[in-house]
Nanobody
Framework: QVTLVESGGGLVQAGGSLRLSCEAS????????VGWFRQGPGREREFVAS????????RYSDSVKDRFTISKDSSKITVYLHGNSLKPEDSAVYYC?????????????????????WGPGTQVTVSS
């Protein structure tokens, strides 16, 4: 069992930046992945970014690449999501999650179905 807690959400102006944190109760296998997802009002939960605990692999959705960066602090068992040039459409509840299932494809690696542990989420609102 892994417990995750997100923090860092809030109100941000368009064009601004944010840093979200995901603190895990323990680090699972080095080959496990920590991902960030988001869900806006009336929308499905969508993949944002993920990183492997050993830092060897990271990926981003097309909607955030070049604006968001995922990173980890192994000493604190924490994963961060840094966002720049925020847009109103980035407004959502942001969740972190852990995937311990091997995924050979991008579709598999970014599906909510393959992430086992989830945090409660943190709200990000970007004002125009």
């Amino acid at each position: 069992q892994v417990t995750l807690v997100e923090s860092g959400g809030g109100l941000v102006q368009a064009g601004g930046s944010l840093r979200l944190s995901c603190e895990a109760s323990r680090r699972s296998s080095e080959s496990d992945y920590v991902g960030w997802f988001r869900q806006g009002p009336g929308r499905e939960r969508e993949f944002v970014a993920s990183i492997r605990w050993d830092g060897r692999d990271s990926r981003y959705s097309d909607s955030v690449k070049d604006r968001f960066t995922i990173s980890k602090d192994s000493s604190k068992i924490t994963v961060y999501l840094h966002g720049n040039s925020l847009k109103p459409e980035d407004s959502a509840v942001y969740y972190c999650a852990v995937r311990n299932r091997y995924c050979p494809s991008h579709e598999c690696a970014t599906s909510t179905l393959n992430f086992r542990y989830w945090g409660p989420g943190t709200q990000v609102t970007v004002s125009s």
